[in-house]
């Protein structure tokens, strides 16, 4: 029913989605991926309303100039770094962010340092004033500004509700629904 509503046949030899398809079908495309997106956009975001990429393959891949995404969301926020999310929030009508800030914090591993003088200290990044802005996630500074946000409170990965026990009343103030252990007997179990 849904591809009855799209409006054309994607078998068409002519017209965009014949485009599109002489072009994809060549053997090595001459096109690199953005300018592919850019040309046929269109008829992309009729086939596919729905894209799902990194915040750094939008900004490399998709055109800042084409109209915009009605929603871009972000999982698992509490990861990604703000300079990695400005792209794709460029490219939105709205946004939502979704995380958890109970969550460790983006890493540092193999991020390059600002100058040869740096060190490993992390008093010098917060005198610099980097680990104030670089290292937080665009989870963090929705929460500093005082985003509006909605608690979802239903755990439902561990199939022993003791598993996330500890950490509901530790960090959760025993606001997480979990579903009960569908046994008692943990014996098979490894715990």
């Known amino acids: 029913e849904l591809l009855s509503k799209r409006g ?8 965009a989605v014949g485009d599109l398809n002489a072009v994809l079908k060549q053997p090595r495309n001459k096109y690199p ?14 086939i596919t309303p729905c894209v799902l990429a990194s915040p750094d ?5 998709i ?9 871009v969301v972000f999982d698992e926020a509490s990861q990604i770094r703000v300079a990695n999310s400005i792209g794709a929030i460029g490219r939105a009508k709205s946004v939502v962010i979704v995380g958890d800030s109970k969550q460790m ?3 540092s591993v193999a991020q390059v340092k600002v100058n040869e003088n740096d060190n490993d ?19 963090d500074h929705c929460e500093n500004a005082r985003v509006p946000d909605i608690m979802l409170n239903w755990h439902y990965r561990s199939e022993d509700e003791s598993l996330i026990a500890f950490s509901n009343k530790k960090y ?6 979990s ?13």
């Open 179 to 191: 579903f009960p252990s569908p046994s008692s007997d943990r014996s098979m179990k490894g715990l």
């Open 33 to 46: 991926i953005r300018t592919l997106l850019s040309k046929h956009w269109g008829i992309i975001t009729k």
């Open 57 to 61: 393959s939008c900004v490399r891949f």
């Open 63 to 71: 055109d800042p100039n084409l109209p915009p995404f009605d929603l």
């Open 121 to 139: 200290d992390e008093e010098d990044y917060e005198e610099s004033g980097l680990l104030s802005f670089d290292m937080e996630s665009i989870l």
């Open 8 to 15: 054309f046949d994607s078998s068409m030899k002519v017209g």
């Open 172 to 177: 959760y103030d025993g606001k997480l629904n």
């Open 105 to 107: 914090p983006p890493t």
